[in-house]
């Protein structure tokens, strides 16, 4: 799942919950973000796409700069609307910690998160339900443009 969908549904989580407090708000997202990667979301082909190759971390950091392109304009629009809180922030940090991590050992080339890379992958497997990008981009996308637009109304 892309990180503005993930970070879109831990505000979302974290807003409906009342919580107001930083610390909580970003081991929130933290958390929601295996839940988040349990459920088949269809963009695992890109996921094995972006690692092949002889230059992983370029396809990998291609990726992640469409994805900050969209929270960047979630993040303007609540800006906008006066809802950017510490909170909302710390839980849209926390939602993308599991990734930067894979992202961190993927330009290392060396294993350095240790069991919360065995909880991610596990966490991506857990449901072994797989469909089209073509599916699941324009899902994922259709769900943060509806719940960022929400969070800030």
Request: charged share 10%; glycine share 10%; hydrophobic share 60%.
């Amino acid at each position: 799942m892309f990180i503005t969908a993930h970070a879109a549904v831990s505000v979302t989580v974290a807003s409906a919950l009342g919580i107001d407090q930083p610390a909580a708000a970003f081991a929130l997202g933290w958390v929601l973000h295996y839940f988040g990667d349990a459920l088949p979301h269809g963009d695992e082909s890109l996921g094995e796409w972006a690692k092949r190759g002889r230059i992983p971390a370029f396809r990998m950091g291609l990726m992640f700069a469409v994805d900050l392109v969209g929270l960047a304009a979630a993040l303007l629009w609540c800006r906008s609307q006066g809802v950017l809180t510490p909170a909302v922030w710390a839980a849209v940090v926390g939602s993308a910690v599991p990734d930067l991590l894979v992202g961190l050992e993927l330009v290392l080339r060396k294993p350095v998160t240790g069991p919360l890379a065995w909880l991610h992958e596990a966490a991506h497997h857990s449901i072994n339900f797989v469909y089209s990008p073509w599916i699941g981009v324009p899902l994922q996308i259709l769900l943060a443009v509806t719940l960022w637009w929400l969070i800030g109304r």
